[in-house]
């Protein structure tokens, strides 16, 4: 009773240390449509630690160890909000989690429950800079260049596409960073869940970037066919909206059908 009253007294002073961190983190997940996951990430790594909590018997054991995690947490955090850099005091705010988890239930312990705490990382805002810039224009560059296959006559400046009857702007909300962190998201979530060997699992991980940036770019090309034939009030409208849940749910299937692709690839290397 004595370890579980200091553990939540720990967690308290750690939530009173990082509130400022906390409200950045939840006005990130309320405010930017890139984050807006960020309470289901949460909801999801707190079902998974209680999981595992339960089924692979974490039991309680001191380790010293934790407090030197703790410490360097603090540091890092300091220096972080002396630099007012966000990202870096979130990710602090994790690591001092899992070093007061090693402090009361041990480093093998915490080693079990490493994945529902950092899996949160996926949640916190990356100062993502110049990036959406440079993927607005790419994926301008590629929709352009795919209805033109198709037959839809486009030109390219820029982040612009250019039809006969009306223009185009790939914007930020556009530009794939938002499909490339939900991907993300539930591409790390799936490697965890499936039984495969951890190569396997970083593959498919790393292949949701990709998967992400052709489904945002298969959705573009959607609405520009569609405003090439039946106008740009059309293509703005409702199936602007649908066209975005749509290709996120192929590019879901996407990812599951690269896990059998390697599985028959790995058949035939053996057969």
């Given amino acids: 009773m004595n370890r579980v009253i200091a553990m939540i007294l720990s967690l308290a002073m750690l939530i009173l240390v990082y509130s400022q961190t906390l409200l950045w983190l939840t006005g990130s997940w309320i405010y930017n449509s890139y984050y807006s996951h960020g309470f289901i990430v949460l909801a999801v790594s707190v079902y998974l630690g209680y999981r595992i909590a339960r089924e692979k018997e974490v039991s309680p054991y001191i380790d010293i160890f934790g407090i030197y995690i703790i410490a360097i947490s603090l540091f890092i955090h300091v220096l972080a909000s002396f630099w007012e850099i966000e990202f870096l005091s979130a990710v602090s705010l994790l690591t001092a989690i899992f070093g007061i988890t090693t402090t009361f239930y041990g480093y093998n312990s915490a080693k079990k429950l ?89 593959i498919l991980v790393v292949l949701t970037i990709p998967l992400a940036l052709v489904a945002n770019i298969l959705r573009i090309s959607s609405i520009i066919v569609m405003a090439g034939i039946y106008g740009k009030d059309v293509a703005l409208g409702f199936f602007h909206y649908a066209s975005d849940l749509t290709l996120f749910i192929i590019a879901v299937i996407m990812l599951m059908l690269s896990r059998r692709c390697m599985h028959w690839l790995i058949s035939r290397q053996h057969s």
């Fill in 114 to 202: 490493a994945f529902p705490i950092f899996f949160i990382l996926l949640a916190i805002p990356f100062p993502i800079y110049d990036i959406t810039n440079v993927l607005e224009v790419l994926s301008a560059q590629a929709t352009t260049a795919f209805v033109n296959f198709l037959g839809i006559k486009a030109t390219n400046i820029g982040a612009e596409i250019q039809l006969k009857s009306c223009n185009f702007i790939v914007g930020a909300p556009c530009s794939g960073i938002r499909a490339i962190v939900s991907l993300l998201t539930v591409g790390t979530l799936y490697g965890y869940l499936i039984n495969e060997k951890l190569w396997l699992k970083a």
